[in-house]
């Protein structure tokens, strides 16, 4: 029987499995969809399709097989534009500090492939909505999804929710006084957001022509024009001093930003790429202080995401959660709660798969984990919820 009321204190880290539900594409399945979106859009004679002929040629050169400009790896070949653009290897060429052309394009394209992709607001598979209910104030929830599902689920259900990590009473040149007063679901996006844009280059771009004593009112179609696509900083409250968050900014209408936009623009994702935290650097407010966390907390959870080899920033995060996590396991913690379980949710249907699965998450000891293996969906919810470890 789940307990309908949890204090709450409680770590949900999604990938992508917890969107599957929801009808998402997997990142094998995201490469046809946007470049045929690409090339529907801009046809075949784009600098897309001149770098990924530059690719492809890499490949062959270097000995990376299974790469067809019809068939490929998407982390691979944006983990190869990550690194050109990153070190600037084109020299003068390089676009703008938000990345190449073709990355801005792949970027572009992701999120409309997943917004075109995710269901109605009150559409969505009955455990999305069963799952933000089961949240309670001062959970938090890491997910490394571009989505709006579990925003639009907690929407539905009534839950409050930020996607910032604090509020905060007052700032100072040394941070600020937490709000503690304020309960809410706290939602930390650590790959960015389908509805992100940072407005950094833009001020950039516009201060410069200023300078000159030029006007260009036509620089970037979400920033032009704040009204057209609803757009609002990110943080609704006060900042410390230079933290990056700042240019952060959401849009209300992405349904119209996706389906109208024609701006050479793209949301601030961090693309499916073996570098893709070079980029981090505005986010970096939502990742502070994660591998200290997990002390203090009276659940951990993974939903959908297996632990690629290379990702392996988010291990060493995980690890540090997890190995805070183990301290007072017999300790009686708030409202007289033991800690519960680590908890792990993932589709894996062979017993070889299980295995392989369980020990990449063999640092989260055997002892205190649990694992679920028909992955994300209503039968997941007793499992994630239910608290058998009562002192």
């Not at 060429?93 to 394009?105: A, K, Y």
Request: charged share 25%; proline share 6%; net charge negative.
């Amino acid at each position: 029987m789940i307990t309908p009321t949890h204090p709450g204190f409680r770590i949900f880290i999604l990938g992508a499995g917890f969107s599957r539900p929801a009808g998402l594409p997997l990142a094998s399945a995201l490469y046809p969809a946007v470049k045929s979106l690409i090339e529907e859009k801009h046809g075949t004679d784009t600098k897309f399709d001149r770098d990924l002929t530059y690719y492809l040629s890499y490949c062959n050169d270097c000995g990376v097989t299974g790469q067809t400009k019809d068939a490929l790896d998407l982390e691979l070949f944006m983990s190869y534009l990550d690194i050109e653009h990153y070190l600037r290897l084109r020299g003068s060429d390089t676009w703008s500090s938000e990345g190449n052309e073709s990355q801005l394009m792949i970027r572009k394209a992701i999120g409309k492939v997943i917004h075109d992709g995710t269901p109605a607001a009150d559409k969505l598979p009955d455990c999305y909505y069963k799952f933000a209910d089961l949240l309670s104030p001062r959970d938090i929830v890491l997910t490394f999804n571009y989505d709006l599902v579990l925003e639009a689920a907690l929407t539905h259900v009534g839950k409050r929710f930020r996607r910032f990590p604090h509020r905060f009473k007052s700032v100072n040149t040394h941070g600020g006084v937490l709000d503690s007063d304020t309960e809410e679901i706290v939602l930390l996006k650590l790959h960015g957001s389908l509805d992100w844009f940072d407005d950094s280059h833009f001020l950039e771009l516009r201060a410069a022509l200023q300078a000159q004593g030029l006007d260009k009112s036509r620089l970037h179609s979400v920033f032009d024009d704040p009204t057209r696509y609803g757009t609002k900083p990110l943080v609704d409250g006060l900042l410390p001093p230079e933290d990056p968050l700042v240019h952060l900014h959401a849009i209300q209408n992405v349904a119209r930003y996706y389906s109208q936009d024609g701006g050479f623009n793209a949301p601030f994702i961090l693309s499916p790429s073996h570098v893709k935290f070079v980029y981090a650097s505005p986010i970096m407010s939502l990742w502070n202080g994660l591998g200290r966390s997990g002390g203090y907390n009276l659940g951990v959870s993974v939903i959908g995401f297996s632990l690629p080899p290379h990702d392996e920033y988010i291990r060493i995060g995980l690890h540090q959660m997890l190995s805070n996590y183990s301290s007072w396991w017999d300790s009686p913690m708030l409202g007289g709660l033991l800690k519960d379980y680590a908890r792990f949710v993932d589709y894996k249907p062979s017993q070889p798969e299980r295995d392989a699965y369980v020990e990449r998450y063999r640092f989260a000891g055997a002892d205190r984990s649990r694992f679920f293996f028909e992955g994300f969906g209503e039968g997941s919810l007793e499992f994630l919820f239910n608290q058998p470890r009562v002192a």
